[in-house]
C-alpha cells in the first residue's frame, strides 16, 4: 500500500523528485561523500515503455544521478530522507521486473533493477533512511511497555529474524503539523547519531493510522528502578558517570544537545550490569552550530539545568548539571530537589540549592564530592564541560575510595610508608589546581522567588508528554498542575507523596 499522503515531507518543499546540480565530481569538493552508503546501477522508465540506464550514489539523505559509472559527474540529486519506500515487481511477457518507488509529498520516481538480490542491496541501504509503510506486515506487538499521553510503547517482534524491537507507536489522529516538526526533529537527530551506548532508531514506519519507530529493545530497564535499589559503590558510580560523560561528549561533538537526561532516559542492559547503558528519548533534543546559545524552556523537574528556569540562554553544558545531579542521586542515594509537587521542585531546582552536608557525603571520597560540585555549579560557566569533565581525577581513574586522604586512626603508629604520602600529597594538589576552575563560589542563598506560571496552550502541551510507564499514570496529574490545565481528577495522597522521592516526568517547562 502507497499513502495517499506524505505527513513528513512539506509539499512546498519541492515541485520535482529532481533538483539539477552544477556537474560537481563526486571525488572532489565541493561535493565529497564522505557519507556515501551504496552506489550501483538502476533503470528509469521512459514515457515509450523502455529504459535508461544510469549510474546512482546512495548517501545519508540523497540519491544522486551520475551518467556512468566512469563519468561520475553528479547531474541530478533527490533528498530522499523523508520520502515513501516501497518495493515492487511487474510481470511482462512472461518474465518479472524488481524495483522500488521513492514517493514524496507530491512527486515520485519509479526505479528498475535487474535481479531480487540487487533489489534486497537497494531496500537494506534505503530502509533506515526513509520512510516504510507496512508495518503489519513486519513486526508483531507482543506487549505494551510504556505509555505517554499520544503514544505507546510496545515490544514487538519482526517477523524476518524473530528479534525483539522497541516500537513508538504515535497514532495520528489530533496531531498538528508543529507535532510533526517536533517528530521529524526526534527522527533527525536519532538518524544523525550511532554510539554504542545510544539507543538506535533502525526504521520509521508511516501508517494511515499511526507513526511507528522501532529501536533498540533493552531488557534491563529504566536506571530509576535500579537507584530504587539503594545507592551506588563509589567505584562502580565513577565507572558509570565515565560511561555517561563518554556519551554526552560525543552528542555535543556531533552539535547536538539532549536536555532531557535524567534516570528514567537510561536504560541499563542487563540486571547484573550497573555501567552498561543506552541513553534514549531524543524527543527534546536539539541540532545546534558550534556557538550557537538555545533558549526553549524544557526538560525534568529535578534535574534541569538552573539557567533553563531562569529564562536565560544557555548552552551545551545543561546536559552536566543533569548528570551531576543524577551522581548526587547515585552516591547519596537522595534527591537534590525535592517537594510535594512538581512546582515546589522546579522552584527549589532554578534557585539551585543543594546540600553537600548530608550525612551520606562522609562516607564518599573528597574527590567524588568536589566532582558533583563541579557538575552542578549554578553558574555554567565555571561548569566543565565533558571532555573537561572526563578529565577529573576522580573520573580518570587515579583517585582514593578512601574518604578523603587523612590517616585512619586504626592506622597511625602502625608505620606507613613516607613515598606512599608522598604520592598521596601529589595527588591532592593536581585535585585541587583542576577543581580549583570549577569549584562552587561561596554566595548567600537567595530569596524564594516563585515562578510565574500562566500555562500554556493544549496544542503545545501535546508535545510535551514523554512516554509513561504503566505505574506512573499519576504524573499526568502532574502535568495538568503545572501547565495549569482544569481538571476534575485529584492526586492521591500516595502519589503526592511519592513526589518526595521521585521528580516528575519530562515535559516543556511552563512559560510566560
Same mark, same amino acid.
Not at 353 to 366: A, G, T
Not at 386 to 392: K, N, Q, R
Not at 476 to 483: C, D, S
Given at each position: 500500500?502507497?499513502?495517499?499522503?506524505?505527513?513528513?515531507?512539506?509539499?512546498?518543499?519541492?515541485?520535482?523528485?529532481?533538483?539539477?546540480?552544477?556537474?560537481?565530481?563526486?571525488?572532489?569538493?565541493?561535493?565529497?561523500?564522505?557519507?556515501?552508503?551504496?552506489?550501483?546501477?538502476?533503470?528509469?522508465?521512459?514515457?515509450?515503455?523502455?529504459?535508461?540506464?544510469?549510474?546512482?550514489?546512495?548517501?545519508?539523505?540523497?540519491?544522486?544521478?551520475?551518467?556512468?559509472?566512469?563519468?561520475?559527474?553528479?547531474?541530478?540529486?533527490?533528498?530522499?530522507?523523508?520520502?515513501?519506500?516501497?518495493?515492487?515487481?511487474?510481470?511482462?511477457?512472461?518474465?518479472?521486473?524488481?524495483?522500488?518507488?521513492?514517493?514524496?509529498?507530491?512527486?515520485?520516481?519509479?526505479?528498475?533493477?535487474?535481479?531480487?538480490?540487487?533489489?534486497?542491496?537497494?531496500?537494506?541501504?534505503?530502509?533506515?533512511?526513509?520512510?516504510?509503510?507496512?508495518?503489519?506486515?513486519?513486526?508483531?506487538?507482543?506487549?505494551?511497555?510504556?505509555?505517554?499521553?499520544?503514544?505507546?510503547?510496545?515490544?514487538?517482534?519482526?517477523?524476518?529474524?524473530?528479534?525483539?524491537?522497541?516500537?513508538?507507536?504515535?497514532?495520528?489522529?489530533?496531531?498538528?503539523?508543529?507535532?510533526?516538526?517536533?517528530?521529524?526533529?526526534?527522527?533527525?537527530?536519532?538518524?544523525?547519531?550511532?554510539?554504542?551506548?545510544?539507543?538506535?532508531?533502525?526504521?520509521?514506519?508511516?501508517?494511515?493510522?499511526?507513526?511507528?519507530?522501532?529501536?533498540?529493545?533493552?531488557?534491563?530497564?529504566?536506571?530509576?528502578?535500579?537507584?530504587?535499589?539503594?545507592?551506588?559503590?563509589?567505584?562502580?558510580?565513577?565507572?558509570?558517570? @565515565?560511561?555517561?560523560?563518554?556519551?554526552?561528549?560525543?552528542?555535543?561533538?556531533?552539535?547536538?544537545?539532549?536536555?532531557?537526561?535524567?534516570?528514567?532516559?537510561?536504560?541499563?542492559?542487563?540486571?547484573?550490569?550497573?555501567?552498561?547503558?543506552?541513553?534514549?528519548?531524543?524527543?527534546?533534543?536539539?541540532?545546534?552550530?558550534?556557538?550557537?546559545?538555545?533558549?526553549?524552556?524544557?526538560?525534568?523537574?529535578?534535574?534541569?539545568?538552573?539557567?533553563?528556569?531562569?529564562?536565560?540562554?544557555?548552552?551545551?553544558?545543561?546536559?552536566?548539571?543533569?548528570?551531576?545531579?543524577?551522581?548526587?542521586?547515585?552516591?547519596?542515594?537522595?534527591?537534590?530537589?525535592?517537594?510535594?509537587? *512538581?512546582?515546589?521542585?522546579?522552584?527549589?531546582?532554578?534557585?539551585? @540549592?543543594?546540600?553537600?552536608?548530608?550525612?551520606?557525603?562522609?562516607?564518599?571520597?573528597?574527590?567524588? @564530592?568536589?566532582?558533583?560540585?563541579?557538575?552542578?555549579?549554578?553558574?555554567?560557566?565555571?561548569?566543565?564541560?565533558?571532555?573537561?569533565?572526563?578529565?577529573?581525577?576522580?573520573?580518570?581513574?587515579?583517585?582514593?575510595?578512601?574518604?578523603?586522604?587523612?590517616?585512619?586512626?586504626?592506622?597511625?603508629?602502625?608505620?606507613?610508608?613516607?613515598?606512599?604520602?608522598?604520592?598521596?600529597?601529589?595527588?591532592?594538589?593536581?585535585?585541587?589546581?583542576?577543581?580549583?576552575?570549577?569549584?562552587?563560589?561561596?554566595?548567600?542563598?537567595?530569596?524564594?522567588?516563585?515562578?510565574?506560571?500562566?500555562?500554556?496552550?493544549?496544542?503545545?502541551?501535546?508535545?510535551?508528554?514523554?512516554?509513561? @510507564?504503566?505505574?506512573?499514570?499519576?504524573?499526568?496529574?502532574?502535568?495538568?498542575?503545572?501547565?495549569?490545565?482544569?481538571?476534575?481528577?485529584?492526586?492521591?495522597?500516595?502519589?503526592?507523596?511519592?513526589?518526595?522521592?521521585? *521528580?516528575?516526568?519530562?515535559?516543556?517547562?511552563?512559560?510566560?
Amino acid at each position: 500500500m502507497i499513502l495517499s499522503t506524505n505527513s513528513f515531507e512539506d509539499p512546498q518543499s519541492q515541485r520535482g523528485f529532481w533538483q539539477k546540480t552544477y556537474g560537481n565530481f563526486i571525488s572532489k569538493p565541493p561535493a565529497p561523500l564522505e557519507d556515501l552508503i551504496y552506489q550501483g546501477w538502476l533503470s528509469l522508465p521512459l514515457s515509450d515503455g523502455s529504459w535508461k540506464k544510469r549510474y546512482f550514489v546512495l548517501t545519508s539523505k540523497k540519491l544522486l544521478y551520475c551518467k556512468s559509472q566512469k563519468d561520475i559527474r553528479i547531474r541530478k540529486e533527490a533528498c530522499i530522507d523523508w520520502k515513501i519506500l516501497k518495493p515492487f515487481y511487474e510481470i511482462k511477457k512472461n518474465s518479472k521486473a524488481f524495483g522500488f518507488k521513492l514517493q514524496g509529498s507530491n512527486n515520485s520516481q519509479d526505479f528498475y533493477v535487474d535481479s531480487k538480490d540487487i533489489l534486497e542491496d537497494w531496500l537494506s541501504r534505503l530502509s533506515p533512511l526513509t520512510i516504510l509503510t507496512d508495518f503489519d506486515e513486519d513486526y508483531s506487538l507482543q506487549k505494551e511497555i510504556g505509555r505517554g499521553n499520544y503514544s505507546k510503547v510496545f515490544m514487538a517482534i519482526e517477523y524476518l529474524n524473530r528479534q525483539p524491537y522497541a516500537v513508538k507507536t504515535i497514532p495520528k489522529e489530533s496531531q498538528n503539523q508543529s507535532f510533526i516538526d517536533t517528530l521529524k526533529s526526534e527522527i533527525e537527530v536519532m538518524r544523525k547519531i550511532k554510539h554504542p551506548r545510544i539507543i538506535t532508531l533502525h526504521y520509521v514506519y508511516e501508517t494511515e493510522e499511526a507513526f511507528h519507530l522501532v529501536m533498540d529493545y533493552v531488557r534491563g530497564g529504566e536506571l530509576q528502578r535500579r537507584l530504587k535499589m539503594g545507592k551506588y559503590p563509589e567505584h562502580i558510580a565513577a565507572a558509570f558517570m @565515565r560511561n555517561l560523560l563518554d556519551v554526552i561528549d560525543f552528542l555535543h561533538n556531533n552539535g547536538i544537545v539532549h536536555r532531557d537526561i535524567k534516570p528514567e532516559n537510561i536504560l541499563v542492559l542487563s540486571g547484573d550490569n550497573y555501567t552498561e547503558f543506552k541513553l534514549c528519548d531524543f524527543g527534546l533534543s536539539a541540532l545546534l552550530k558550534q556557538t550557537e546559545d538555545l533558549s526553549l524552556r524544557c526538560g525534568s523537574p529535578g534535574f534541569v539545568a538552573p539557567e533553563i528556569l531562569r529564562r536565560q540562554r544557555y548552552s551545551t553544558k545543561v546536559d552536566l548539571f543533569s548528570a551531576g545531579v543524577i551522581c548526587y542521586i547515585m552516591l547519596t542515594g537522595k534527591y537534590p530537589f525535592t517537594g510535594s509537587s *512538581p512546582n515546589e521542585i522546579l522552584l527549589k531546582n532554578r534557585e539551585c @540549592r543543594i546540600d553537600f552536608d548530608l550525612e551520606e557525603w562522609n562516607n564518599i571520597s573528597k574527590l567524588g @564530592r568536589d566532582f558533583v560540585m563541579s557538575l552542578t555549579q549554578e553558574n555554567p560557566e565555571q561548569r566543565p564541560s565533558a571532555h573537561e569533565a572526563l578529565c577529573h581525577p576522580w573520573i580518570s581513574g587515579t583517585h582514593t575510595t578512601q574518604q578523603g586522604l587523612a590517616i585512619p586512626e586504626e592506622m597511625k603508629n602502625k608505620g606507613i610508608s613516607l613515598n606512599l604520602m608522598q604520592r598521596q600529597k601529589k595527588l591532592n594538589v593536581e585535585s585541587s589546581s583542576y577543581l580549583q576552575q570549577f569549584r562552587r563560589p561561596a554566595v548567600p542563598i537567595k530569596g524564594f522567588i516563585p515562578i510565574k506560571d500562566n500555562g500554556i496552550t493544549m496544542a503545545k502541551s501535546r508535545l510535551l508528554m514523554k512516554i509513561l @510507564r504503566e505505574e506512573d499514570r499519576e504524573g499526568i496529574n502532574e502535568v495538568k498542575q503545572i501547565f495549569d490545565i482544569k481538571s476534575n481528577s485529584t492526586r492521591s495522597k500516595e502519589s503526592q507523596e511519592s513526589t518526595d522521592a521521585t *521528580p516528575s516526568r519530562s515535559r516543556y517547562l511552563p512559560v510566560n
